[in-house]
């Protein structure tokens, strides 16, 4: 299975593709994702985010 973007998305399915590929729950890696966004101001975060969203393919593409 390669790294793409889920189809189940809240904002761009990035944190559900890291999901699925690791074979581990949604739910809990996006609970994770925004505490260390909350912990770490935000910023480092949110570009994190950004930046896979536009690197990561689409779950369409394959």
Same mark, same amino acid.
């Given at each position: 299975m390669?790294?793409?973007r889920s189809h189940?998305?809240?904002f761009a399915g990035v944190l559900g593709g !890291?999901?699925?590929y690791l074979?581990?729950?949604k739910t809990l890696v996006r609970i994770?994702?925004?505490a260390i966004t909350l912990f770490t101001a !935000?910023?480092?975060g949110i570009l994190l985010y950004i930046v896979a969203a536009i690197?990561?393919?689409d779950s369409e593409d394959f």
């Open positions: 390669k790294l793409h189940e998305k809240i !890291f999901a699925e074979g581990w729950d994770g994702y925004a !935000f910023v480092p690197v990561m393919p």
